[in-house]
């Protein structure tokens, strides 16, 4: 009986090099695995596999040298393990994000939380090309937001609160772009310098900043054969609706406008950059 290695592919099992071997991928999300799940991929891996896992450059598991025959066998052991099988090609991949708020005292975002609400909107979404998410939670972008289809990353609008003000200068040797000064006991913010890293607000011993957390978002960043940065068209996101709508405007551009094979980036280049950033614009003025 014929192999449908386009089915398996999607499911997840990427042919070898060795015949009728497949590295499996597994779905991750955000970079998070419980010790139950640890522990069964490590089963799967020695009972099934070759001993060993092999960690990817996106956060994600797979187990190499897993048998044509054995297939069904290991889908139905992950899954009493709480492990299910990623994707590969054509589709929305795992979504990626580093440690974020919860953990990192850098962090602006509660990042893994968003990548779960991604992961449940988009992942193995069908698309003309591959589309990645990656979303880190500061400006120290671990995890390189830019090279992704779509990057989200952590940030934070602030206002200075004058009465609890202590007059320190804290923040200000805090601030990394020099966006801060102090001049006759008041303290300025230059917006156009500010780059919504929320450094003066985590350094401030009097909590005499207002916060209003949100998201800088980039567009068509690619990191293979061609390298290019992702690029931002609203400086500040401010609510997770909005960037909801903003992803689902992005990606039903890419879905609609795209050739067969082409990467984001490139489609957004051939429609053209105006009419892209139009449709962004619309969805964050709910338009």
Known sequence: MAVDYATLKKGGFMRQKQKNNFSLRLRVVGGNLTSKQLARIAEVSEKYGDGYVHLTSRQSVEIPFIKLEDIDDVKASLAEGDVSPGV?????????????SAVCPSGCIDTYSLAK????????????????????????????????????????????????CIKCGVCIKACRTEALSLKDGKIS???????????????????????????????????????????????????????????????????????????????????????FEQKILEAYNNE
């Not at 207002?210 to 978002?217: A, L, M, N, Q």
Request: proline residues 3%; hydrophobic residues 35%.
């Open 189 to 275: 913010l230059d917006e156009q310098k500010c780059n919504f890293c929320g450094r003066c607000v985590k350094a401030c011993p009097a909590d005499s900043w207002d916060v209003t957390s949100g998201y800088i978002v980039s567009f068509g960043g690619l990191f293979g054969n061609s390298i290019c940065k992702g690029e931002p068209i609203i400086p500040f996101v401010e609510s997770q609706d909005k960037l909801m709508k903003i992803c689902d405007a992005a990606i039903t551009f890419f879905d609609e406008n795209a050739l067969a094979g082409e990467r984001f980036k490139f489609t957004i280049d051939r429609v053209g950059k105006d009419k």
């Open 88 to 100: 590969c090609g054509p589709r929305v991949r795992t979504i990626t994000a580093c440690q974020g």
């Open 117 to 164: 609400e991604l992961d449940e909107r988009y992942f193995a979404r069908e698309l003309p090309h591959k589309f990645k998410f990656g979303i880190t939670g500061c400006q120290n972008n671990c995890l390189k937001a830019e090279e992704n289809d779509l990057g989200i990353k952590g940030a934070m609008k602030v206002q200075w609160r004058e009465n609890d």
